[in-house]
């Protein structure tokens, strides 16, 4: 068994910063760090994902329109969708990617986005 916590080490930047939290058979669950105003930019995976904020709150862009989630939301979204986050608050977000993906795609899209 593997235990860790998502709010371990918590240090917002003036950057978007990833960590994998925890590697399971099944999943990647990554932990995404976003101060306010910072912006991911659209991107997609070919996998399905699930968003989830722990703490904060973003604006979820996807399909032509903006969701707003709050500590506590989460979307479960298909492959294939470009969607973008925004925080409105310092937030703490929860990635639950296909263990088919790749955590490199994640941290290039943050590269970019931090550009």
Do not use: C
Request: charge should be neutral.
């Amino acid at each position: 068994m593997e235990a860790t916590s998502f709010y371990k080490d918590l240090q917002f930047g003036n950057k978007i910063s990833t960590k994998v939290i925890l590697e399971s058979p099944f999943s990647k669950e990554i932990r995404i760090l976003l101060k306010e105003g910072q912006v991911m930019k659209e991107h997609k995976t070919k996998f399905p994902i699930v968003v989830q904020v722990l703490e904060g709150e973003i604006d979820f862009g996807a399909e032509g329109e903006v969701h707003n989630f709050k500590s506590g939301g989460i979307v479960a979204l298909g492959g294939n969708i470009p969607h973008d986050l925004t925080a409105i608050k310092d937030s703490v977000v929860r990635l639950s990617l296909s263990k088919s993906d790749q955590v490199e795609r994640v941290e290039n899209v943050v590269k970019e986005s931090n550009k």
